[in-house]
């Protein structure tokens, strides 16, 4: 199949087929939105998603009723389903397989997202898609995976399918309401800790393509980066899923371990939700652990929440930035390194991964359109319509992820030393956030965007 990364004409293109169905689903949601009561905004056509809630009780995970949820779930799944096999088609599908694999899929997508909604589970911000690589991986190495699962196993296109719809979800406005702070702390951050984490990993002698994978998953925003970063180096997809087990797994362990450490060093609540933005990579994990700080009442603190949120939003932006020097580095440094011969300045867009685009189009279309023309709850209403299928298309990546993956073979890439490399680098970007977040955040030298409770 083609990888959307070559010259292939865009119908028979993985990624450009991305980049329609993502902006297909964002027309209809733009189509579709409608003030429903006064300052409250909708999307009515495009189908929604299951709504679930937390609980403790399985029956409060459907609050519309369980009959109900399937109903809309499988309306959802038709949609999705009817718009992967128009690509299917041309990318050459096993179109009879896919179907029934699809459904298969969909279903473990569906118990992930219930799981993940448990109260406990919830509070502690475990993300879904860590459910789903999970049940994804018992299935794999425990049974055998049957033919039309494979069929329908197309992690790549799934993820990047969700990518451009997360682009939806990247409001500028949004990050600007930080000023300079936010900005800038993702600025410092992420460069610094994509050349550190760079050269750790290459002190490790691990190979430069899959330390610049591993670099861009601790500098930007972990799993969607570190796909972004595969595309754009050409990478091995075992090496991309490595890293994404990873981050998922690092995620859960720093929503447990710095919030405490946040209120142990009695930092300001701003000051520790921006020192959790810049190093969890996670976005869920991010507000999650945001959550558990409080303020002086005890409640959760929004001035943590908000700076987390915000930090997060302004180094989200970065990808398509870092996915194009990137693609430049590989194609122009790289290729000519292995080769011995100079790339044209074309090859670069013949490699560059064009979902990217996708994402970067869709951000900039809800940034620069539809907020101007009908306003910030209008376009929140979209970008929220698009971020319910961004978390659904993660959620069946993940599962394939799983499906297609020996458990034996992703903990032995390496020799162990990409994840010592990675826990290392993880560790050293926590410090030098920290001071970052010191400088900008503490009121020391500045006046923060964002005060404290």
Not at 8 to 27: K, R, V
Not at 203 to 226: D, H, L, P, Q, Y
Not at 323 to 343: H, N
Request: glycine fraction near 8%; aromatic fraction near 14%.
């Amino acid at each position: 199949m083609a990888n959307g990364n070559d010259r292939t004409p865009a119908l028979q293109n993985e990624d450009w087929w991305a980049c329609f169905i993502g902006w297909f689903i964002l027309l209809i949601a733009i189509i579709g939105v409608h003030e429903v009561a006064a300052g409250k905004w909708a999307v009515s056509i495009l189908p929604a998603a299951p709504k679930l809630g937390k609980w403790t009780e399985l029956s409060a995970a459907f609050p519309k009723g369980f009959g109900a949820t399937i109903g809309i779930g499988l309306i959802m799944w038709a949609f999705i389903c009817v718009l992967t096999l128009i690509a299917g088609f041309f990318l050459k599908f096993d179109l009879k397989s896919y179907i029934p694999g699809f459904l298969v899929i969909f279903i473990i997508a569906f118990i992930s997202m219930v799981i993940a909604k448990q109260a406990f589970i919830a509070k502690w911000g475990i993300s879904y898609v860590l459910f789903a690589l999970a049940i994804g991986l018992i299935i794999s190495n425990v049974f055998k995976v049957p033919k039309f699962l494979k069929a329908a196993g197309q992690t790549e296109f799934f993820v990047k399918i969700g990518l451009v719809c997360m682009g939806a979800t990247i409001m500028f406005s949004v990050v600007l309401k930080a000023g300079v702070f936010g900005v800038a702390q993702a600025l410092l951050v992420a460069t610094t800790v994509w050349f550190g984490t760079y050269y750790i990993c290459r002190a490790f002698k691990v190979s430069e393509r899959f330390s610049s994978i591993i670099a861009t998953a601790n500098a930007i925003c972990g799993v969607s980066a570190s796909i972004a970063a595969g595309g754009a180096v050409q990478g091995d997809p075992k090496e991309v899923s490595y890293m994404v087990a990873w981050v998922l797994v690092c995620a859960v362990v720093l929503i447990i371990v710095m919030p405490p450490i946040a209120v142990w060093m009695g930092l300001p609540t701003n000051m520790a939700g921006a020192w959790l933005g810049g190093v969890i990579d996670n976005t869920g994990a991010v507000i999650a652990a945001g959550e558990v700080l409080r303020d002086a009442k005890g409640n959760s603190s929004a001035a943590a929440v908000n700076a987390a949120a915000v930090v997060k939003m302004a180094q989200n932006v970065l990808i398509g930035i870092v996915a194009f020097l990137m693609a430049m580095w590989a194609t122009m440094s790289l290729e000519k390194k292995e080769t011995g011969e100079k790339p044209s300045l074309m090859e670069v867009w013949y490699r560059f991964p064009k979902f990217v685009i996708g994402f970067m189009v869709a951000s900039l279309v809800v940034s620069f359109l539809v907020e101007p023309v009908w306003g910030p709850k209008a376009a929140k209403a979209a970008g929220n319509a698009c971020k319910s299928y961004r978390s659904w298309l993660f959620a069946l990546c993940f599962v394939c992820i799983g499906l297609e993956t020996d458990f034996k073979e992703l903990v032995s890439v390496g020799g162990g030393r990409p994840a010592i490399a990675y826990w290392l680098s993880q560790a050293a970007n926590a410090v030098w956030t920290l001071f970052i977040v010191w400088i900008l955040w503490s009121g020391t030298f500045f006046t923060p965007a964002i005060l404290p409770d």
